[in-house]
């Protein structure tokens, strides 16, 4: 039942994406995300597009599995089009009964589409061409400047290291529990709402119990080994920018800039 | 009175890339009142087969029926399936919740919707059959009792459902020799005495070979035998073949069989052992006096 649930979308292969380090992609979504916000003529959509499109062909990921990144959040782009279409004010084009579709709107509204689909194409390049534990690794580094200000950014990113191991443990236990009580007749399809909660009682509590045994093993297991928190702590692999992260992250600020100067020249603007 | 498994293939993420062939056209016969062991390494497929036996999974295709009524099909009451054929997974005290102990036990009971009368009845039967004293441990919390007492007090959460078909799966696993031996105990007695159909699932030849009348080899999601302990133990290079080992008492019969003593090797426990190796001492010792 929990089978088929993938916590993150990694897909590894052996890209040139996928070799960047995981602070570059971070910083370089970062900007493309700024990018795809001050857009206001085809020009800059058309440039982000190809960029986008070229990334996407470098990163060897299959455009099936990027459709269905898409799924989830189709509708509400839908939804989102459909409202400026029919929200703004401006040049009548058709009426629909009550409903007044607008020039402005129906542009307004695909480009506000496209934005949200460049939007999911950057950080879906993101997060399946990284793996869970680079990308936190590189939230750790990109954040250790607010440590002297006392953040505890080291922690921070040992829990969502230690979240993201156990989600799938998690997930294995839940299905254990679930059919054992299942064999002894649980059954929470039926019956009103409270005695559908209730029923949720018998997978719930061994889950928390195994969970806080788990992190009692587990904390037990680390004070073993000296663990204690991010002080003078080094890593087996530092993360390390090579000239091809100096050069992406150049690209990608040459795209950002290159939206704003088209934007200010207002080139083929509308 | 059966399950009667029919070609039954499980994909594990079918159509995905993930696929896995998980069991593989397997075909079997459990007979009622038996003591069978399904027996593979880890991995081999053994636990996902049965827990098809219930209907907690469902096959891929294939079908099986539980006294000759298919199990697989929709529509089929699947409580009471369960109510017949109960499951205990491995290291069943992760499944306790409740507040008491009796509560705990009466869960499935209770599930079952009969009188209050009932479930105090079973509840206490399946207490004794696992040496535990309701009026001593009924009232406690599951959570105070050693790791012996609370697997103990999980197994009697499935007898009180009263099964006819208990599936156990390696119901042993991490409990000390002394633990270890209780349990195989109950479950002959379970089989003996209340006649029982015990299925368990295990990957130690040693403890299958104490009580199992009959013996299914899994190895990579297909049945490699089926048979009696003494048939499927005398193909013990193709047990080792896939990562089995002969209880050592058989092994060593087959050594002494091998150095050239005559020894019966059909040989599964200390006790038949015992009785061969006296044969052998007792014949010196003829022979020993004829000499003179």
Redesign the interface.
Known sequence: MF??IIIGQYIPRDSKIHQLDPRTKLLSVFFLLIATFVISNPLGYLLLTVFSLCLVGTAQIPTKIFLQSLKPIFWFIVFTMGFHFFLTEGKELVHLGPLVMTEEGVKRGIAMGWRLLLLIVFSSLLTLTTSPLSLTDGLETLFNPWKRFGVPVHEMAMMITIALRFIPTLLE?AE??L?????????FSQGSLWRRVKAL??LL??LF??AFRRADDLAVAMEARCYRGGVGRTRMKDLQMTGIDLWGLVFVLLVLLAIIEINRLGVWSI | MSIFIEHLTHLYSPGSPLQVKALDDITLQIEAGEFLAIIGQSGSGKSTLVQHFNGLLKPSSGNIYLEGQNITVKGVNLRLIRQRVGMIFQYPEQQLFEETVFDDVAFGPRNLGITEEDVEKRVQNALALVGLDKQKVGSRSPFQLSGGQMRRVAIAGVLAMQPDYLILDEPTANLDPQGRDEILFLLDKLNKEQKVTIILVSHSMEEVARFAERIVVVHEGKVLTVGTLAEVFAEESQLEKVGLALPPITKLMKELNRAGKKVETAVFTPKQATSELLKIIKEKRVRGKKDV
């Open positions: 089978r088929n236990e254990k529990i059919k054992a009580q299942t064999a002894r007749g649980m059954d009682l018998p509590v061994p119990i195994g």
